[in-house]
């Protein structure tokens, strides 16, 4: 597991960029506030796999589309994240699309997940539907 404390710098970049972890996705994974648009809640959630946060994935992932084991992979060190595109996902829209690159350490090696991430309110939350990924090295 890796351990960060609430000062030091979110691992999704923080936004605004820079932001510490409380400042930014500590507060989503502890419940005391929600995700507004669909990229802070994926932000969030790259900072749930990078914490090994399982139950805050369970919690934001749809249930028609959520596996039963939400396990982060304990050998994948996720290391930093670039946003890449959005599309709607802002407060007051239905539905969104966030696209980013996730980069990682795993087994010795570094590589970068792309995602196409679809995401919906349900009950006024946004939750994870689904994505569409591409990488360049091993997929974790």
């Given at each position: 597991m890796i351990l960060h404390t609430a000062s030091q710098m979110c691992p999704c970049g923080g936004l605004p960029r820079g932001s510490s972890l409380s400042e930014c996705c500590l507060p989503l994974l502890e419940g005391t506030r929600t995700a507004d648009t669909a990229e802070a809640l994926m932000r969030s959630r790259f900072t749930a796999f990078a914490l090994h946060d399982a139950d805050y994935l369970f919690r934001t992932?749809?249930?028609?589309?959520?596996?039963?084991?939400?396990?982060?992979?304990?050998?994948?060190?996720?290391?930093?994240?670039?946003?890449?595109?959005?599309?709607?996902?802002?407060?007051?829209?239905?539905?969104?699309?966030?696209?980013?690159?996730?980069?990682?350490?795993?087994?010795?090696?570094?590589?970068?997940?792309?995602?196409?991430?679809?995401?919906?309110?349900?009950?006024?939350?946004?939750?994870?539907?689904?994505?569409?990924?591409?990488?360049?090295?091993?997929?974790?």
């Open positions: 992932w749809h249930p028609r589309t959520r596996p039963t084991d939400t396990q982060p992979d304990p050998e994948v060190e996720w290391t930093s994240l670039d946003i890449l595109d959005t599309v709607d996902g802002a407060v007051g829209d239905q539905s969104g699309i966030v696209e980013f690159a996730a980069h990682y350490r795993a087994g010795g090696q570094v590589g970068t997940m792309r995602e196409r991430s679809s995401f919906v309110t349900r009950a006024g939350r946004w939750v994870y539907v689904d994505g569409e990924h591409e990488s360049a090295g091993k997929v974790p």
